[in-house]
């Protein structure tokens, strides 16, 4: 993790293949290609994200081979008690504010994910998603605000992500209150 607790690209990958293994055990195959299946939905693309292997999973004692002998594609895997504690861990690690490509996918893949999680923990992740829509809304409307008299169309750009913002905060909001 960087030192604000929050996920590098090799870890959102690691989220994303443990959580999809805690839904159920998969075939090595079957499990390598719904992760490369998520992330590149979500991301598009990237050597950064598709790096991370399957295999250091079972190394760290995170997954194991059901039957066969290794992760041969036909092995069927499933997520141990060690894989469950590091996909709370992943889950519930930090967003940094700001909107990119693996802030997205961490988004996401905490959606994803957010019902494998206990309610606390589900309810302090919707409460830290709300808070990073606050601040990236506040960055925008002191843009906004300090680019009013501007001509051009970044006033129309930025009224519409603030409009987006709102939406999405009244919508994690709504979240909570439904917990």
Not at 109 to 117: E, P
Request: glycine share 6%.
């Amino acid at each position: 993790m960087y030192a604000d607790n929050t996920l590098t690209p090799k870890e959102a990958t690691r989220l994303c293949a443990l959580g999809t293994l805690a839904q159920g055990p998969l075939s090595y195959a079957a499990l390598a290609t719904a992760t490369r299946h998520f992330i590149s939905r979500i991301t598009g693309p990237s050597l950064d994200l598709m790096g991370s292997s399957i295999e250091l999973l079972k190394y760290e004692g995170l997954v194991e081979a059901l039957d066969g002998q290794g992760l041969e594609d036909n092995a069927t895997l499933a997520v141990t008690d060690k894989g469950r504690d590091e996909l709370r861990i992943l889950l519930t690690a930090n967003l940094r504010s700001g909107t990119n490509e693996l802030n997205n996918l961490i988004t996401a893949l905490k959606f994803r994910f957010m019902d494998l999680l206990d309610d606390a923990d589900r309810r302090d992740q919707i409460e830290m998603l709300c808070e990073v829509c606050e601040t990236e809304l506040a960055r925008l409307e002191d843009l906004r605000g300090h680019h009013a008299d501007d001509s051009g169309f970044l006033s129309s750009w930025l009224d519409h992500e603030i409009e987006q913002h709102e939406q999405r905060l009244a919508w994690l909001e709504g979240l909570l209150d439904k917990r």
